[in-house]
């Protein structure tokens, strides 16, 4: 059974970073994709970035680039979002997601949907 732990989050001051965790286990290959995403107050849960665990290869979604990577260290599994320079947009639940269905090339999956399993979610709050 696929589960996925995260850590991390909390209260920021505006300008700080913060690191998330996602600690992944039960898949049987290296082959699955992993992804983050965060429903803000009153919004929709959106996919912001993602990592194809069989490559390394990663993705960040066009607003966020130069702030949030998306890494990973495979000898533990786990899976990390660096969040720099927070604002007072980014507070939000966010969520960690997992999945090993085979994508299309070049397919870079950020819809609730691509994704079996999930997180708890944790709380980002940028307060001064």
């Known amino acids: 059974q696929v589960q996925l732990v995260q850590s991390g989050g909390g209260l920021v001051q505006p300008g700080g970073f913060l690191s998330l965790s996602c600690e992944v286990s039960?898949?049987?290959?290296?082959?699955?994709?992993v992804g983050w995403f965060r429903r803000a107050p009153g919004k929709e849960r959106e996919g912001i970035s993602v990592?194809?665990?069989?490559?390394?290869?990663?993705y960040v979604t066009d607003s966020l680039k130069g702030r949030f990577t998306i890494s990973r260290n495979n000898a533990k599994n786990m899976i990390y979002l660096r969040m720099n320079s927070l604002k007072s947009a980014d507070p939000a639940v966010y969520y960690c997601?997992?999945?090993?269905?085979?994508?299309?090339?070049?397919?870079?999956?950020?819809?609730?949907?691509?994704?079996?399993?999930w997180g708890q979610g944790t709380q980002v709050t940028v307060s001064p």
């Open positions: 997601a997992a999945d090993a269905r085979i994508r299309p090339t070049g397919y870079v999956p950020l819809r609730i949907e691509d994704y079996g399993a």
């Open positions: 990592l194809f665990n069989k490559d390394g290869s990663t």
């Open positions: 039960g898949f049987t290959s290296g082959y699955y994709v």
